[in-house]
Nanobody
Framework: DVQLQASGGGLVQTGGSLRLSCAAPGFTLDDYAIGWFRQAPGKEREGVSCFGGGDGSTYYADSVKGRFTISTDNAKNTVYLQMNNLKPEDTAVYYC?????????????????????WGKGTQVTVSS
C-alpha cells in the first residue's frame, strides 16, 4: 500500500532550523506530485511547498520563500523540507501528501482535495 509518513519535527527557538522527512515506501517519486502542508490550531490547512506539473516544478507559499526548500532523494523514496530561520508563526503540524504527477505545484498547494494520499503529520513548535 502507498503510505506517507512525515517525521523530523520538534521544538526549536526562533531563528533555528529543522529538516522534515517524508518517507514514501512503495512510491516512485517521479510518478507523483508531492506537497508539504501545515495546520496550526484554529487555522485552515495550508500548502507550504509542492512540486509537480510532470517535470518537478516547485511552488512555495509567500510566507516561507527564501527560508524553506523542498527536495527529494529518489533512491531513498524520501522527500525533505529544509526549514531555516524559523519563526513562531511556523508552529503547526506538518503533513506530506501525494497526488497525480501532472498536477501543477501551485494547484497542489492551493487545493488539498487534489492530493490523494496523506499520512500522519509531525509537530513543529517554534518558541519565541
Amino acid at each position: 500500500d502507498v503510505q506517507l509518513q512525515a517525521s523530523g519535527g520538534g521544538l526549536v527557538q526562533t531563528g533555528g532550523s529543522l529538516r522534515l522527512s517524508c518517507a514514501a515506501p512503495g512510491f516512485t517519486l517521479d510518478d507523483y506530485a508531492i506537497g508539504w502542508f501545515r495546520q496550526a490550531p484554529g487555522k485552515e490547512r495550508e500548502g507550504v511547498s509542492c512540486f509537480g506539473g510532470g517535470d518537478g516544478s516547485t511552488y512555495y507559499a509567500d510566507s516561507v520563500k527564501g527560508r524553506f526548500t523542498i527536495s527529494t532523494d529518489n533512491a531513498k523514496n524520501t522527500v525533505y523540507l529544509q526549514m531555516n530561520n524559523l519563526k513562531p508563526e511556523d508552529t503547526a503540524v506538518y503533513y506530506c501528501a501525494a497526488g497525480p504527477y501532472r498536477v501543477l505545484p501551485q494547484t497542489a498547494c492551493s487545493y488539498t482535495r487534489a492530493m490523494d494520499y496523506w499520512g500522519k503529520g509531525t509537530q513543529v513548535t517554534v518558541s519565541s
